[in-house]
């Protein structure tokens, strides 16, 4: 009895400490929905965000690999067994596959998660680290599946942005070009990975995406727009697809160009 009272004295504290982590990271005005989500994975799966279980992007919460495998490790998870899926792999694309398989006890028949990485779903940042980040998948949609975790993890998103890129080299006498408009070098998001977040999370068309950017921004290609213009989109489709999905999807289907029609 002393135990538990312990523990629920635990949890409250860390309610309480992740909440106040939330308003210093500019998280004060969550609504009551968000907070109320990261009240629950506090208490169900003690997540802390001071030690970087999960984050919050884009209007929703995401569990991260080192907050999965801290539960694996305080749930006393017996194992993991990783294997590559050969026949789905094509080393000469760099795309790669993974199986995981986690055992929550000893005569667990095991919990099964697949992910996949390739050039086309994963950030610049890591660029030649797609077996990493197929592996890393793999084991997150595992220990979600085994432990219940209905939250999508940061890593299944497709972008990493915990550290900018690497300065290029620039030769002597060699003039240095501004930065291009829509990229980021201060370890923050890229305006590209933000709005890739926003496609999936929302289910939206790419294409039609871009072509209404372009509009919205007033030039040929969204890669001719300013960096302020591309946010102020961004900005203005998160609010739009939070508000109304399906006056968004009309508003984008009307940039579909029309079937040719052969004679």
Not at 127 to 142: D, P
Not at 227 to 238: G, P, Y
Request: aromatic fraction near 6%; proline fraction near 5%.
């Amino acid at each position: 009895m002393k135990n538990r009272i312990v523990q629920k004295q635990g949890i409250g504290a860390l309610v309480r400490q992740n909440l106040r982590m939330a308003r210093r990271s500019g998280l004060s005005d969550l609504g009551a929905v968000a907070l109320g989500r990261l009240r629950e994975m506090t208490i169900r799966f003690g997540f802390s965000l001071a030690m970087g279980d999960f984050k919050y992007l884009d209007g929703g919460w995401y569990v991260t690999h080192s907050g999965l495998v801290s539960l694996a490790s305080r749930r006393r998870c017996c194992g993991i067994h990783v294997q590559q899926v050969r026949e789905s792999c094509d080393p000469s694309t760099d795309r790669w596959v993974f199986k995981s398989i986690v055992y929550k006890s000893p005569d667990s028949k095991g919990f099964v998660g697949y992910g996949d990485a390739d050039p086309t779903n994963t950030s610049p940042l890591v660029r030649g680290a797609e077996m990493r980040v197929a592996e890393t998948r793999a084991v997150n949609r595992a220990l979600r599946k085994a432990y219940g975790i209905g939250l999508c993890s940061v890593e299944e998103l497709g972008w990493l942005t915990n550290s900018p890129s690497p300065p290029a080299r620039v030769e002597k006498n060699q003039t240095v070009k501004p930065a291009n408009s829509n990229g980021s070098g201060n370890g923050q998001p890229k305006l590209r990975d933000r709005l890739c977040v926003l496609i999936r999370q929302y289910n939206l068309d790419p294409t039609l995406v871009k072509a209404y950017a372009a509009d919205f921004c007033e030039t040929p290609t969204i890669k001719d727009a300013s960096r302020d213009s591309v946010e102020s989109f961004i900005s203005h489709l998160a609010t739009c697809a939070k508000e109304n999905r399906d006056g968004l999807v009309c508003k984008l289907n009307s940039y579909a160009q029309p079937a040719e029609v052969k004679l």
